[in-house]
T-cell receptor, first 110, second 112 residues
Framework: GQQVMQIPQYQHVQEGEDFTTYCNSS?????IQWYKQRPGGHPVFLIQ?????EVKKQKRLTFQFGEAKKNSSLHITATQTTDVGTYFCAGETSYDKVIFGPGTSLSVIP | NAGVTQTPKFQVLKTGQSMTLQCAQDMNHNSMYWYRQDPGMGLRLIYY???????DKGEVPNGYNVSRLNKREFSLRLESAAPSQTSVYFC???????????FGPGTRLTVT
């Protein structure tokens, strides 16, 4: 079946280092969404990308949608302790379904 | 504006007991969802309701039933709880089926 994968599963960084998580789909996506879940919390919507090759920025976060619309990335510049959490991508498939990836858990060492 | 609310926040059940998880949203959203979250598994869709009056199975529907009571409310029922249903359950809603989703605070369920 259709799958959305994310790598890495876990990432530990020193505060101030950069962080990137990658999202890959087995099929072409109509759009991709990114969510953040703080420890003990619930997922919170961050952004949606729709166009092939689209790049969007939110302060220190840069989101990219691949040219083939089968992959996406989230890059955080100069991580802070407030960035700790699990980042999920969710892709909309051609069958009008949204599939969540398993998430990347980010730890930031002060 | 409360967003998405869920009750209860915590629940402990014995194997075989039944219970209903309640979810309500005040954003006038058409679509609502139930997910379960287990360590390392991400969010797995149990059931969803694309619009009032319709419900459909998601990825892991076995052992669960749902009711879309009205546009605001979407409940999840466990008829005979099993230890494998120990999980954190999230309800979510969205304006339409593939728009961004807004999640409730979750229910932590333990089945012994």
């Amino acid at each position: 079946g259709q799958q959305v994968m994310q790598i890495p599963q876990y990432q530990h960084v020193q505060e101030g280092e950069d962080f990137t998580t990658y999202c890959n789909s087995s099929t072409t996506l109509s759009n991709i969404q990114w969510y953040k879940q703080r420890p003990g919390g619930h997922p919170v919507f961050l952004i949606q990308l729709v166009k092939s090759g689209e790049v969007k920025k939110q302060k220190r976060l840069t989101f990219q949608f691949g040219e083939a619309k089968k992959n996406s990335s989230l890059h955080i510049t100069a991580t802070q302790t407030t960035d700790v959490g699990t980042y999920f991508c969710a892709g909309e498939t051609s069958y009008d379904k949204v599939i969540f990836g398993p998430g990347t858990s980010l730890s930031v060492i002060p | 504006n409360a967003g998405v609310t869920q009750t209860p926040k915590f629940q402990v059940l014995k194997t075989g007991q039944s219970m209903t998880l309640q979810c309500a949203q005040d954003m006038n959203h058409n679509s609502m969802y139930w997910y379960r979250q287990d360590p390392g598994m991400g969010l797995r869709l149990i059931y969803y309701s694309a619009s009032e009056g319709t419900t459909d199975k998601g990825e892991v529907p076995n052992g669960y039933n749902v009711s879309r009571l009205n546009k605001r409310e979407f409940s999840l029922r466990l008829e005979s709880a099993a230890p494998s249903q120990t999980s954190v359950y999230f309800c979510a809603s969205s304006r339409q089926r593939v728009y961004e989703q807004y999640f409730g605070p979750g229910t932590r369920l333990t089945v012994t």
